[in-house]
């Protein structure tokens, strides 16, 4: 065939497809839910709006017990032998808050699939690991993953408001008990210091908002107290699962170690509530920079227009949309996993036909320990000495010569 005509031929499908696009990334969907009145609920009818609004009563409060979630939501017989097989593995603790925001008819409903266990979480899929990152083989020192060279992950706390039920860390967390030593992370901060090169450092676990302020002070104050640590990062979901526990005087604390950044754990539109954006200004109005992670998850958020409207809901909310991630291949969670080929077209959808602000980047984590690596659709053709041949989200074709 000659160029000419495969070049027209190519743009002609490329058209159609890009066509396809726009319908899919203009298509409407409903307005969001208002989270249930908690006093409707008869397990939560006396509790007072002082109460509510306590995290640590959010805390001792959580959902751990089939009978006490059936209270709350129409529990169907693969939820209840999925919460019923679940102990022994990731604990189920769902706070009052987040209980509020599930449909209790629906078992559909993206957050409630992602805290109410089915029966697919004791079956293991093929490839699937325990610890598919492999962090304990990358752990020079305990609570401490090393992998890149200029940045450390510190594991702060083995618990979290919610565990999620798609959990990458579910070898690991739970509502186990745990060492609470003054000299815990020791050995993990004299590593950090005999280390140089190492100039970020994000403290997640679990959830280090989990902790006391105090308990979160001296840990930043340790390790930001290190003279060649430029910045750090916590990684947390308390705003969504748990957003009380934004308080004034966490975020005063926090506001002390600048420059520090906080990355958020976001799966999908409805978990952004006028409760979780207080939560969030609260942090925006200190300078913290805010950034979000989210997983890509079957059923949950791999549709285009719904990832796109959470992306959108991030923005308003000042939190910048930073990874959207495949879903790992850890134990139990194979259910949650789409192709790789769902997460690309999210990003095709994305790139170009909204803000650049509101494309976050699609990566795999390398299993076995290969670190993040960035997966997306291919803006180029054909590639020759000098020439690029390019298509840009319209899907029209472009030759830039170097
Ligand atoms: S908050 Fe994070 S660490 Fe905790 S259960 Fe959810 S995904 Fe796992």
Redesign the pocket.
Known sequence: MPLEQERVELNNTLVTESQKIQQETTTQITPLRRPRDYQQISLFKDVNPLDWEDWHWQLKHRIRKKEELAQIIKLTPDEEKGIDKASGR?SVAITPYWATLIDPEDPDCPLRRQAVPVAAESLIGPHEMVDPCAEDRDSPAAHLVHRYPDRVLLLATEQ?????R?????RL?GEHRESSSPTKFDAAVEYIKANRKIRDVLI????PFILEDEEIESLIQKISSISHVEFLRL???VPV?LPQRITEKLVAMLKKYSPLWVSI?FNHPKEITKRCKIACDMLADAGIPLGSQT?LLKGINDRPYIMRRLMHELLKIRVRPYYIYQCDPVKGTQHFRTPVAVGINIVEKLRGHTSGYAVPTYVIDGPGGGGKIPVGPNYILSQAKGKYVLRNYKAKVYTYLE
């Open positions: 990731l979290c408001a919610m565990y999620c798609h959990c990458t860390r579910r967390v997640s676990g679990g959830d990684g947390t979901r699962t754990h997983v």
